[in-house]
């Protein structure tokens, strides 16, 4: 069956041609439909998508990635990203809260398959506890300013994160310290004495992820609890990994806000531009090509090197540039009615631009990937 041949006559969500695909796309429009029915009050107060993530911990979806043997549903990243992209059709916010969650998932995957020791643990807690994995690592990048001090056998950390999606949700937060000229990396419990969320997230849009700042004040953490080292300013084995497996999921959630977007606009064109629908249809397909592409371009035993990196950033960068594209000209196909916030495109128009945002942004991606071309190892940005 061909991609052209699974795409729904009425929709521009690509329906997977495989059922183990499929299974997981149907799993994720039950989670969607839950959350659909709360986003608007989540949008408006900057709430976190509560009853969402209910449903998911009934369902089993928040261990999505984590493999069947340990317990999980056994998505590959594939999976994942066609299980986020169906979940952003119906909420923005709840899909990109969850991507955080999923990616940390799929890194630990990937870690137990590369031999990490501890990572069968963390999925089969993720399983059986439920637990749920926030990150700081839109603030933490390079250059973490929260530090470490060595007390014997422990940490001790002292430092604010910023974009800690889900952190009301969550049970762990998995951060970084400096220390020296290293950048340790580790989780810390969302509930551990000194650890307390601020809630600072009030912004444009993407605002029922509660994005909120998590502080940490004298927090004390085992040196054998240490995941992961870097050099500081340098990505490193840990950041790479998160890197290659953020790209894809997130790439997957601006392309769900999108097609959702297409769709509104069709149903509700009068006199549009067959061209203006077509040039949505043509964005949305390549979009979803280069989530697919990146993918299988990569293969199923992939290292995270700056080559898979890019790879994956690559895509990422031009599904964000399409999906608000594709926004903005449903709102054109709409025109003045898109407007109104009962039309359906107005949330979309604010989540959507959040893609620009997370690292690598557009820009940054391609000078990365020029510094490839060139010779660089591609250690730092």
């Known amino acids: 069956m061909t991609m052209t041949e699974t795409i729904q006559a009425t929709g521009t969500y690509p329906t997977p041609a495989r059922a183990d695909d499929a299974r997981f796309v149907e799993l994720a429009a039950r989670i969607g439909a839950v959350a659909a029915r709360h986003a608007g009050e989540h949008d408006r107060d900057a709430t976190f998508v509560t009853e969402a993530y209910e449903a998911m911990r009934e369902t089993g979806y928040l261990a999505l990635a984590v493999p069947e043997e340990l317990g999980g549903l056994g998505a590959s990243i594939r999976q994942v990203c066609y299980a986020q992209a169906e979940l952003a ?7 990109l809260a969850s991507t955080m969650h999923h990616y940390l998932t799929l890194v630990q995957v990937y870690r137990r398959r590369n031999g990490a020791p501890d990572a069968e643990g963390v999925l089969r807690r993720i399983a059986d506890e439920g637990i749920v994995i926030a990150t700081s690592g839109g603030s933490d990048w390079l250059w973490p300013t929260t530090t470490a001090v060595r007390e014997g056998d422990n940490l001790r950390i002292n430092g604010r994160k910023a974009f800690c999606s889900q952190s009301p949700g969550a049970t762990v937060v998995a951060t970084c310290a400096a220390i020296d000229d290293e950048v340790l990396h580790f989780s810390v419990p969302l509930s551990a004495p000194g650890v307390r969320i601020e809630e600072t997230w009030d912004t444009l849009g993407m605002r029922g992820t509660a994005s909120h700042d998590v502080v940490m004040e004298d927090v004390l953490i085992p040196i054998d609890k240490i995941a992961g080292r870097r050099p500081y300013g340098e990505f490193g084995a840990p950041l790479m990994a998160a890197l290659v497996h953020f790209a894809p999921v997130a790439a997957a959630t601006y392309f769900g806000i999108a097609a959702k977007a297409r769709d509104i606009a069709v149903a509700g064109a009068k006199n549009a531009s067959p061209r203006q629908i077509g040039l949505m249809d043509a964005k949305l397909r390549c979009a979803w090509w280069a989530v697919l592409g990146s993918v299988d371009e990569i293969g199923e035993d992939y290292t995270a090197t700056p080559a898979t990196m890019i790879t994956l950033m690559l895509a990422k960068r031009q599904v964000v540039l399409d999906a608000i594209e594709v926004v903005n000209l449903a709102m054109d196909v709409l025109g003045g009615r898109s407007f109104y916030r009962h039309a359906g495109l107005e949330r979309a128009y604010r989540d959507v631009r959040a893609g620009t945002f997370h690292p690598f ?18 250690s730092s940005a």
């Open 89 to 95: 059709r119906h909420d923005g916010a709840t899909a």
């Open 361 to 378: 942004n557009p820009e940054a991606t391609l000078t990365y990937a020029g510094k490839l071309v060139l010779g660089d190892p591609g």
